[in-house]
């Protein structure tokens, strides 16, 4: 069983930093993608930034320049480090990944974790 476990949400200021980490434990032999995505109250859930099979960074145009994608050389586990935090970035943000378990592709995500940008 696929389990993605996320960490380090929080309540930050405007203009500070935050860390999220994510872990990915079961069979995770085959990680085709892994990333985050968030959601803020009453809007669709959108990329923050994942990394493809390719060996691709891909970052949401709201956050680019700002947020910092990285992933361990254990490849199950990512982090978004996050700076210049504004209120509009208050979101549940999510882990995603993309694994492939006995042949069989499909995506699994995480529970979530509260990120909030106020003064």
């Known amino acids: 069983q696929v389990q993605l476990v996320e960490s380090g949400g929080g309540l930050v200021q405007p203009g500070g930093s935050l860390r999220l980490s994510c872990t990915a434990s079961?069979?995770?032999?085959?990680?085709?993608?892994m990333g985050w995505y968030r959601q803020a109250p009453g809007k669709q859930r959108e990329l923050v930034a994942d990394l493809s099979s390719s060996g691709i960074t891909n970052y949401g145009d709201s956050v680019r320049g700002r947020f910092i994608f990285s992933r361990a050389s254990a490849k199950n586990t990512v982090s978004l480090q996050m700076n210049s935090l504004k209120p509009e970035d208050t979101a549940v943000y999510y882990c995603?990944?993309?694994?492939?378990?006995?042949?069989?592709?499909?995506?699994?995500w995480g529970q979530g974790t509260q990120v909030t940008v106020s003064s």
């Open positions: 995603s990944a993309n694994i492939a378990v006995n042949g069989i592709e499909r995506d699994y």
């Open positions: 079961g069979p995770t032999f085959s990680i085709n993608r």
